[in-house]
């Protein structure tokens, strides 16, 4: 095994200073998540890690995709039955992290979360792929299965429950949003000397801060 130690990057790619970095978090989010869309070289910018926090106080991470981002935070699709819900339920709160390691970037937002409305769900089942939206009924996420083909056989019924006709979201499915209290954008520099801003609501009006690295 190579010793993860050796590896070594100079970060150059680019900078944030208070010249460049935007006036409110989501005007620098888009900025970001667009040049990552349109770089080839990045596949899913929507890509974020997840962290909850279990009855015991644990933390579990995950990787999801982000399906919205707007000013009322960063939506995400998910098994209401899932390990990651049942702590969502337990603790509403949420710290993500969108990682682009081609332009040196890291984004990470933390604040309390809340489920999406059906009307909401139901409008974005509606866009999956007719397989994703089979797996969503099909998979008993996060439970132990015996094999493969125990999943399979459980697609199959979903499969013919439905047969060429609609298939509505299940009721145990459905959306997460999480509203930034703190979001952090963080730029690649060298020798380690990165530029890292943070906006922080305070009182109801985001405050700016840069961070030392």
């Known amino acids: 095994m190579t010793d993860p130690a050796d590896p070594r990057r100079v970060y150059a790619r680019g900078l944030l200073d208070e010249s460049t970095v935007a006036g409110s978090w989501l005007e620098q989010f888009q900025r970001w998540f667009s040049a990552a869309v349109d770089d080839p070289a990045i596949r899913e910018a929507n890509a974020m ?16 995709l982000a399906k919205s981002v707007d000013e009322s935070g960063v939506v995400f699709y998910t098994n209401y039955e899932s390990a990651k819900a049942h702590d969502l339920t337990r603790t509403p709160y949420a710290a993500v992290a969108f990682v682009w390691l081609v332009h040196e970037r890291q984004v990470r937002l933390a604040g309390p979360v809340t489920r999406v409305s059906e009307d909401e769900t139901a409008a974005y089942f509606a866009t999956r792929p007719r397989g994703s939206q089979v797996g969503a009924w099909a998979s008993p996420q996060s439970s132990v299965v015996a094999s493969r083909e125990e999943l399979d056989a459980l697609v199959a019924d979903v499969e013919v429950r439905f047969g060429d006709g609609p298939i509505p979201p299940p009721p145990f499915w459905g959306g997460y949003r999480i509203a930034p209290e ?24 985001w405050v700016r801060e840069r961070l030392a690295p």
Request: no cysteine; proline share 2%.
């Open 49 to 64: 890690q997840v962290a909850t926090v279990d009855a015991a106080g644990l933390p579990s991470v995950r990787t999801v």
């Open 182 to 205: 703190t979001v952090e954008f963080w730029q690649g520099r060298s020798d380690r000397l990165h530029d890292r801003f943070r906006f922080r609501l305070e009182r109801g009006s």
